[in-house]
């Protein structure tokens, strides 16, 4: 079985600040994608940024950038320069292929508010 | 570029009664997935196709169904409704299987209400 563990309920940060967003994972499988999505107030869930367990160097997309350490099954969420706009819940998830199943298992999310 | 449709947007039922919820993939993905997420609550997965073909199952109650259709559109059949099937529900995507596959797409969601 695999988890995902995000354990800050709540953050807060000031506009144009960065902030850094843990997400702890477990799961028994070498072969493994993490997962970062946003889910503003409005409901719809948008994919920020993917990481592959082989990956060598973290990931990136625009203001995003994923913290990976394998060896502390770490995977924690950078945005950098925060806007108004990123205040939203953030969910963590995990996808195993190991053992032929592609469903992705999320975080309890963290609840994210810019402050101007 | 076209996204996951689902309809209807939002629903409103009543205990015991009946609820379709549809799904239509993007052109070319051949994998659905639907999760249910609570108030307040994670996702949590239901149940995948792959080719028309049940994939996956995950906490769906026997009450639910779900096919995939030969346009590979994917319909969620939800039946003696009771108060805590409300929820929003996602419906994703994607494209075969390897790495492809760990890009889900997910469709803007049915929020259902039941009363």
């Known amino acids: 079985a695999q988890k995902i563990t995000q354990t800050q309920p709540g953050m807060f940060v000031q506009e144009k600040e960065a902030v850094t967003l843990d997400c702890t994972y477990d799961t028994s499988d070498p072969s493994y994608g993490l997962f970062w999505y946003k889910q503003p107030s409005s409901g719809e869930m948008i994919f920020l940024i993917y990481?592959?367990?082989?990956?060598?160097q973290n990931a990136t997309e625009g203001r995003y950038s994923l913290n990976f350490q394998k060896a502390r099954k770490s995977a924690n969420l950078v945005i950098s320069a925060s806007q108004l706009g990123d205040s939203a819940m953030y969910f963590c998830a995990i996808v195993n292929s190991g053992a032929g199943s592609y469903q992705l298992t999320f975080g309890k999310g963290t609840k994210l508010s810019v402050i101007p | 570029a076209a996204g996951v449709i689902q309809s209807p947007r939002h629903l409103i039922k009543e205990k015991r009664e009946t609820a379709t919820l549809k799904c239509y993939p993007i052109?070319?993905?051949?994998?659905v997935y639907w999760y249910q997420q609570g108030p307040g609550q994670d996702p949590q997965f239901l149940i995948s196709f792959y080719e028309k073909m049940q994939s996956d199952k995950g906490s769906i109650p026997d009450r639910f169904s779900a096919q995939q259709f030969s346009d590979y559109h994917s319909e969620l059949n939800m039946s003696s409704l009771e108060l805590g099937d409300s929820a929003l529900y996602f419906c994703a995507s994607s494209l075969g299987r390897g790495a492809l596959l760990y890009e889900q797409y997910f469709g803007p969601g049915t929020r259902l209400t039941v009363t």
């Open positions: 052109p070319r993905h051949d994998t």
């Open positions: 990481q592959g367990s082989y990956d060598q």
